[in-house]
């Protein structure tokens, strides 16, 4: 069975949550990767940077729920803390 197109507007919040999702994971690796180097030597400083990271995931599902015109608060935005467990996880 085909799908219905969808209209412009649909297809523009999509495109803007996955801008979103782009722009955000850029920081996101930069962050693991300065937990990664800090860990061993300042452990306080890459807690820190976990705690920022996971500030910044739960920011951007946030962001993106609200280009869809959602609730942001919302069991969703939890998954915006997964890369910050995936880094305490991997270097803490």
């Given at each position: ?16 949550s996955l ?11 930069a962050l ?38 959602l609730s ?21």
């Amino acid at each position: 069975m085909a799908r219905a197109p969808m209209s412009t507007q649909k297809v523009q919040q999509w495109i803007i949550s996955l801008l979103v999702l782009a722009v955000s994971c850029f920081p996101l690796g930069a962050l693991t990767a300065a937990v990664a180097m800090l860990a061993d030597e300042r452990h306080d400083a890459a807690l820190v940077l976990v705690g920022v990271m996971a500030a910044l995931g739960i920011a951007a599902v946030s962001a993106g729920r609200l280009v869809h015109r959602l609730s942001p608060v919302s069991p969703w935005t939890l998954l915006g803390l997964l890369p910050a467990l995936a880094a305490a996880a991997l270097y803490l």
